[in-house]
């Protein structure tokens, strides 16, 4: 049974860091491409960025481009979202998923979804 279990979420002031972190069981962790989605209050789940089983090819939604990184360790089945500069708008309960191709940012094309995290960035 796939389980993905996301972590990492907080508070934080505009500007600020976080790190999240997704760690996955009951799969082949090592052969699985991975994304990461966030859903806002009142709005649809949303493509924020994925990567391939190897690490070596990622894509981003481009309200996040050049302020989060994804990234993964295969050794120790986690995948993890790194977000810089955040903003008042990245506010949004997060989650990873299992997806079937690296280039995909629908959710249609993802599952095993985890329980989210949220992330709240005050202004």
């Known amino acids: 049974q796939v389980q993905l279990v996301e972590s990492g979420g907080g508070l934080v002031q505009s500007g600020g860091s976080l790190r999240l972190s997704c760690a996955a069981s009951?799969?082949?962790?090592?052969?699985?491409?991975m994304g990461w989605f966030r859903q806002a209050p009142g709005k649809e789940r949303e493509f924020v960025a994925s990567?391939?089983?190897?690490?070596?090819?990622?894509n981003y939604a481009d309200s996040v481009k050049g302020r989060f990184t994804i990234f993964r360790d295969n050794g120790k089945n986690t995948v993890y979202l790194q977000m810089s500069s955040l903003k008042p708008e990245d506010t949004a309960v997060y989650y990873c998923?299992?997806?079937?191709?690296?280039?995909?940012?629908?959710?249609?094309?993802?599952?095993?979804w985890g329980q989210g995290t949220q992330v709240t960035v005050s202004s």
């Open positions: 998923a299992v997806g079937r191709f690296t280039s995909s940012t629908s959710s249609d094309d993802y599952g095993n």
């Open positions: 009951g799969l082949t962790f090592s052969r699985a491409a």
């Open positions: 990567i391939s089983w190897s690490g070596g090819r990622s």
